[in-house]
């Protein structure tokens, strides 16, 4: 009778355990934690990089209606006349039929952080175009932009 009992004891708790134990659940959500983490941090470091590329080819790709516009007028905008010269006529031109314009299709989109790109005369034949980059501050380490001439 001994056996009997033993024996639908082992059966009984070979067929007992049919869920996960709370240890096991926390384990498995630790792992999955730690690894989301890792997947997370590889990508905010591939979208930062993506967007200061994005920056720079919208910078790049102002270089040439500026050229452009210098062609037609002889001179590249003032700073105070800025980029919205490429797309209507600055009101303080000296001679207004020789603008050409719109020299872009488009207006000027912000850059990929939401602000608008920067541009300054820096001599008559050389100008900076710009993005304050992910701060938002002009003048800092982390603007994208380039220098012309």
């Given at each position: 009778m001994k056996r009997c009992y033993s024996s639908r004891r082992r059966m009984r708790r070979g067929?007992?355990?049919?869920?996960?134990?709370?240890?096991?659940?926390l384990l498995v959500l630790a792992i999955l934690v730690i690894l989301?983490?890792?997947?997370?941090?590889?990508?905010?470091?591939?979208?930062?990089?993506?967007k200061k590329k994005a920056a720079q080819a919208q910078v790049n790709a102002l270089e040439m209606p500026l050229d452009v516009y210098q062609a037609a007028m002889g001179e590249y905008?003032?700073?105070?006349?800025?980029?919205?010269?490429?797309?209507q006529p600055p009101p303080?031109?000296?001679?207004?039929?020789?603008?050409?314009?719109?020299?872009?299709k488009k207006d000027i989109p912000p850059d990929?952080?939401?602000?608008?790109y920067i541009?300054?005369?820096?001599?008559?034949?050389?100008?900076?175009?710009?993005?304050?980059?992910?701060?938002?501050?002009p003048g800092t380490d982390d603007d994208i932009g380039?220098?012309?001439g």
């Open positions: 067929t007992k355990r049919q869920a996960f134990t709370l240890m096991e659940v989301g983490t890792l997947v997370v941090a590889n990508f905010s470091g591939i979208f930062a990089s993506s905008p003032r700073t105070e006349q800025g980029l919205q010269a490429l797309r303080d031109l000296v001679d207004p039929s020789k603008w050409e314009g719109p020299y872009l990929p952080w939401g602000n608008a541009y300054e005369l820096l001599s008559p034949s050389q100008y900076r175009i710009y993005s304050a980059g992910p701060d938002g501050q380039t220098v012309s």
